[in-house]
């Protein structure tokens, strides 16, 4: 079973730019499609982008899109999220998911199967 942890996530100005880091346990971590969601205070979960278990496909929510970049070091069981150009309505918690049966997760969250703790990123005007 794989075990997620983020970091990387802070306070950033408007702007700025962060690095979402997000490091699984266990020997398998090639064999999952990886996504990143993120969580606004009384909002729901949102998809942010996803990647295939090879990095060769992404997806990207609209919001994020030319500002967010997505990858993956599978030697490093780690995914990445590089934000630029943040904006206040960024600010989130934002959680690392892994989807163990498919090729890549999607844009829902029933598609993934383990969750990380979350990482609040706030971004200040």
């Known amino acids: 079973q794989v075990q997620l942890v983020e970091s990387g996530g802070g306070l950033v100005q408007a702007g700025g730019s962060l690095r979402l880091s997000c490091a699984a346990s266990g020997r398998t971590f090639s064999n999952y499609a990886m996504g990143w969601f993120r969580q606004a205070p009384g909002k729901e979960r949102d998809f942010v982008a996803a990647?295939?278990?090879?990095?060769?496909?992404?997806g990207y929510a609209d919001s994020v899109k030319e500002r967010f970049t997505i990858s993956r070091d599978n030697a490093k069981n780690t995914v990445y999220l590089q934000m630029n150009s943040l904006k206040p309505e960024d600010t989130a918690v934002y959680y690392c998911a892994a989807s163990r049966d498919r090729y890549y997760g999607g844009t829902q969250l029933h598609g993934y199967d383990l969750w990380g703790q979350g990482t609040q990123v706030t971004v200040s005007a």
């Open positions: 990647i295939s278990r090879t990095g060769g496909s992404t």
